[in-house]
């Protein structure tokens, strides 16, 4: 099973506050023994919203175009990471070890499990799972 | 410049209704126009928060919380990751994102930081560190 770590945003990343050096090495660190561990397939910290946009499909065809920021600092993503792991509860054991560094110990983790193949069941035909197929060959 | 895309969750994708094959097949033909074009790096759909669970730290003590999560319009239901020249292109290659029918749809791209955004606070060492970590998780 596979599971997306999402740090959500703060008042901080979203002024683009960066990390300090004492952060990017306990980040390392922690990141280090995750794939040590064979846990750890992706991670990617994101800037703040206000260099972002937003698309709004309005379900007849018509698509709207906003710039960032956008308000809602903590329904933000700040960061994530892809884990393999045998179970959400094995999950929340490593996030539990979170580095205290991050935001002085106050951060917010969202843990979401990955869609596989076999969750699509009949809906994946032949057809459409040789593009599936195509894109983890690729990418 | 790398951009991530995520598309957020609604009532259908909150509630577990799973894509249709007809829906498959439109997203599927657009991830490949992506990968030709070289723009396509990752791609997944997430379960609903159902399956999830938050996880808060108050001064370094956590507090587990399992889903769902009440806010789904803030939730998000998969995500791509691109990587184009601009956030204008980026843009434009996800004008295209093939939407149901009369359903409105909610897309967020965001840059991704590459190491040079962090400045001298990103010491040579920790640059190699984290060099070596995208090799071994590549390897995989």
Redesign the interface.
């Known amino acids: 099973m596979?599971f997306?770590v999402?740090r959500r945003a703060d008042e901080e990343t979203e002024a683009g506050v960066?990390?300090?050096?004492e952060l990017?090495?306990a980040m390392?660190r922690y990141?280090?023994e995750l794939?040590k561990a064979?846990v750890?397939?992706?991670g990617?910290?994101?800037?703040p919203?206000s260099?972002?946009?937003?698309?709004?499909?309005?379900?007849?065809g018509r698509?709207t175009?906003i710039d960032?920021p956008?308000a809602?600092a903590k329904?933000l993503?700040a960061g994530?990471s892809?884990l393999r792991a045998d179970s959400?509860e094995d999950?929340?054991e490593w996030?539990?070890k979170?580095p205290?560094e991050d935001?002085?110990?106050?951060?917010?983790?969202?843990?979401?499990?990955?869609?596989e193949e076999e969750?699509?069941?009949?809906?994946?035909?032949d057809?459409?799972r040789?593009?599936?197929a195509?894109?983890n060959k690729?990418? | 410049m790398r951009f991530m895309v995520m598309i957020k969750s609604d009532e259908r994708t909150e509630g577990g209704v799973m894509p249709t094959e007809e829906e498959l097949t439109a997203m599927g033909r657009y991830n490949e126009e992506l990968v030709k074009a070289g723009v396509l790096l990752a791609g997944e759909g997430l379960h609903p928060s159902s399956k999830g669970a938050r996880i808060t730290f108050t001064d370094g003590k956590p507090t587990v919380i399992d889903g769902p999560f009440a806010e789904a319009k803030e939730l998000i239901a998969g995500f791509w990751l691109i990587d184009v020249k601009s956030k204008e292109e980026a843009i434009e290659w996800m004008k295209r994102i093939p939407c149901t029918d009369g359903v409105e749809t909610n897309v967020e791209i965001r840059q991704v930081f590459e190491a040079e955004d962090f400045g001298d606070a990103y010491t040579p060492e920790l640059r190699e560190q984290e060099a070596h970590l995208r090799l071994a998780t590549k390897q995989d």
Request: hydrophobic fraction near 45%; avoid cysteine; glycine fraction near 10%.
């Open positions: 596979r997306m999402i960066l990390p300090s050096t990017l090495a390392g990141n280090e794939v064979g750890m397939l992706a990617e910290g994101l800037h919203s260099k972002g946009a937003l698309l709004h499909f309005d379900g007849t698509t175009v960032g956008f809602e329904e993503v994530f892809i959400l999950v929340v996030v539990k979170w205290v935001a002085h110990g106050n951060v917010e983790i969202e843990i979401r499990q990955v869609q969750d699509f069941g009949a809906a994946l035909t057809e459409n040789t593009y599936t195509d894109l690729h990418t």
